[in-house]
């Protein structure tokens, strides 16, 4: 039963922190200058089946799971047809607009619907918080056949 225990805090501690009614400023990770995020695959314009694989891209900064408070690093969430961004002083929402990839994923299968979809990548801290400055791809159009 402890090992159960044990197993859930530190999925728990993945999960997205509700900071909503705090001021979030002091748990604002810097980023380095010159990262980046970016899509290694697949690319602006594509067109691709159903379920896809996207690669994820980062430049001068490295990757840690969710919990871990590691400097200049931090891991990616990927924002589906989101028409604006969250707010950038809190966690990043989690739910099928904004998937989180807490375990430090660096690719993942998407299942999406047929027709033209929006994708961005966001990076978040150890607390899912967006780096100050955010490090972000460009948005990136690919239509599901």
Known sequence: MRRLALAFAAVASLAPVPLHAQDTSALISP??????????????????AKTF???FGLANMGVA???VDFPNAGHHHL???VGELPDLTLPVPADDNHVHFGLGQTEAEVTLPAGEHRLQLLLGNHLHIPHDPPVMSEVITVTVE
């Open 53 to 55: 694989t996207v690669r």
């Open 31 to 48: 980023s380095p200058e010159g990262a980046a995020a970016y899509f290694i695959s697949p690319r602006d314009g594509e067109v691709v």
């Open 79 to 81: 924002l589906i047809n």
């Open 65 to 67: 799971p969710a919990g």
